[in-house]
């Protein structure tokens, strides 16, 4: 599981202050512990001094008057102030404080050498198992003449106390300190990414039929500004690759069906000649319903391109049962071996775009011949009632598997084994065909049982005659008319 940015900052900027309290610590105590013992040494220094000064007055031979030195000065023993031991020049003990053990401070040969030769040696010192002391040796001299050698020892209580309250407070002000920190730096995190994910918010909501829209981020951090206008730089291109390849749809759309029409046209004069023979007359109305494929297929395209460019409705009274005749005209000899027929025609109107709505039915005609194996049928009706008319067209073909049923109103998809592409199609009929009647407030119902056949029902809102607007019902697809697609065919 990968942590997400504000945790991976929050952890890190607690993980560096407690990098950096761990650090102090270890400085801080080094410095103080050796500070306390330079101290701790000086006091010992000084009381050798005093014990020194003394023993120089009553000399080393009275092993007597020694230890009246030593126990004047030891009498508080380690607990409240310094033991000592006096020992002659080859580091034999002569006399040393009642409370300890001489035999734990002895010197070892190489050591009593150093200090002859006029070393101080100042070692710490760990007496009775438990108590730690530190112990400064150094020998006396009276002028040129060696005294003997004097041990002063004090307890390290006060630096181990010292440096241990010092562990404590880290431990206490350090955990606090860390969990201040953890909450600050998880609340740092969350505010300066917070533009981030509101960038990313509005980013989410932008589709790709819609890039026309912008981050538009203002007075936002310069990193999340510099994302936004990267964003919103990039959105800008996309757009104008998606303006320009719709218009190149549509150019190509609009410049293909221009002679498509004018061949069909053609065709269709021709098969009004008399004399011609029956194979070429056949051939003919091949050509002619290929032609009349392609010219259907390229107007699919163009709504396509016009459906992206959000193109807006031109509502007029259109009356249906007109559109649905002009199909069937269109469609009944398409397939010579897929009888097209006209089943209950009502008479009805709906409001909306003639051009669209005959394209819409054509689309799933043609769908239903296509679709229809030879010696099926193809039943075309349409039904008015209060509240809708319904353009219903029922084949008896090769239907359409339950699982497919949601996929093939989706842009591009074919389906069949082998797609539909042996028949021509690309895969846009139905997608065409779902945005018109949406677009119209309506929506296709489909019902379907596999190698049995297919009902495809258009369900558009019914038209209330007096509520449309009146006017010749030409196509308002281009103002120019430059791109006017009515006859679809
Ligand atoms: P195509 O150009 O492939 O016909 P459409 O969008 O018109 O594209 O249809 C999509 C798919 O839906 C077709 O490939 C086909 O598999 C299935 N389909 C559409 N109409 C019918 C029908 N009447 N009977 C069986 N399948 C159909």
């Known amino acids: 599981m990968s942590l997400s940015v504000r945790w991976r900052l929050t952890l890190w900027i607690t993980g560096a202050l407690v990098a950096a309290l761990v650090i102090i610590f270890f400085v801080l105590s080094f410095a103080l512990r050796a500070t306390l013992t330079s101290d701790l040494d000086d006091d010992l220094t000084g009381n050798a001094e005093q014990v020194a000064a003394l023993l120089l007055i009553r000399g080393v031979e009275n092993q007597t008057a020694v230890q009246e030195v030593v126990d004047r000065f030891s009498v508080g023993g380690l607990r409240s102030g310094f033991v000592l031991l006096v020992r002659d020049e080859d580091g034999s003990l002569i006399a040393a404080s009642e409370s300890i053990e001489p035999d ?13 030769e006029g070393e101080v040696i100042n070692r710490n010192l760990d007496i009775r198992g438990d108590e730690s002391v530190r112990v400064r040796s150094s020998r006396v ?36 300190a860390v969990v201040v920190a953890f909450a600050v730096a998880y609340w740092l995190s969350r505010r300066s990414l917070r533009p981030i994910e509101e960038v990313a918010a509005v980013a989410a909501r932008i589709e790709a039929s819609d890039l026309t829209r912008r981050l538009e981020a203002r007075g936002q951090p310069s990193e999340v500004q510099r994302l936004s206008d990267t964003f919103d730089a990039m959105l800008e291109r996309l757009d104008r690759a998606f303006q320009q390849q719709r218009n190149f749809v549509l150019d190509v759309a609009h410049e293909l069906r221009t002679p498509l029409t004018a061949l069909q046209g053609n065709i269709d004069v021709l ?26 297929l390229t107007t699919n395209l163009l709504y396509l391109a016009l459906a992206d460019a959000g193109h807006e409705l031109d509502r007029r009274p259109v009356e249906l049962d007109v559109v649905c005749l002009e199909v069937y005209q269109i469609l009944r000899d398409i397939k010579p071996d897929v009888k097209l027929r006209l089943g209950n025609e009502d008479q009805a109107t709906v409001a909306g775009d003639r051009d669209l709505l005959k394209q819409l039915v054509l689309n799933i005609v043609d769908n239903g011949i296509k679709y229809t194996p030879a010696g099926g049928t193809v039943t075309l009706s349409l039904f008015r009632d209060e509240a809708a008319v319904r353009v219903v067209v029922e084949d008896t073909g090769r239907g359409v598997p339950p699982e497919e049923i949601s996929l093939i109103f989706q842009r591009f998809h074919r389906g069949g084994e082998a797609g539909s592409r042996g028949s021509g199609g690309a895969g846009i009929g139905l997608a065409i065909a779902d945005w018109i009647a949406r677009a119209h407030g309506g ?4 019902e379907s049982e596999v190698g049995k056949g297919s009902t495809f029902t258009i369900v558009l809102p019914a038209e ?14 281009d103002p120019s008319g430059a791109r006017n697609v009515g006859g679809a065919r």
């Open 443 to 446: 929506e296709i119902q489909v």
């Open 104 to 116: 734990e401070f002895s010197l070892t040969g190489g050591e009593v050498d150093r200090l002859l």
């Open 141 to 176: 001299m009276v002028g040129e003449e060696l005294l003997g050698i004097i041990q002063v020892a004090e307890s390290t209580d006060a630096i181990s106390t010292t440096l241990d309250r010092l562990r404590t407070l880290f431990l206490v002000v350090g955990g606090v």
């Open 271 to 296: 098969l009004m000649s008399e004399g011609l023979d029956r194979e070429r007359r056949a051939q003919l109305e091949r050509m002619s319903g290929e032609t009349s494929r392609l010219i259907r």
């Open 464 to 477: 209330r005659i007096e509520e449309a607007s009146p006017g010749p019902p030409a196509s308002r697809l």
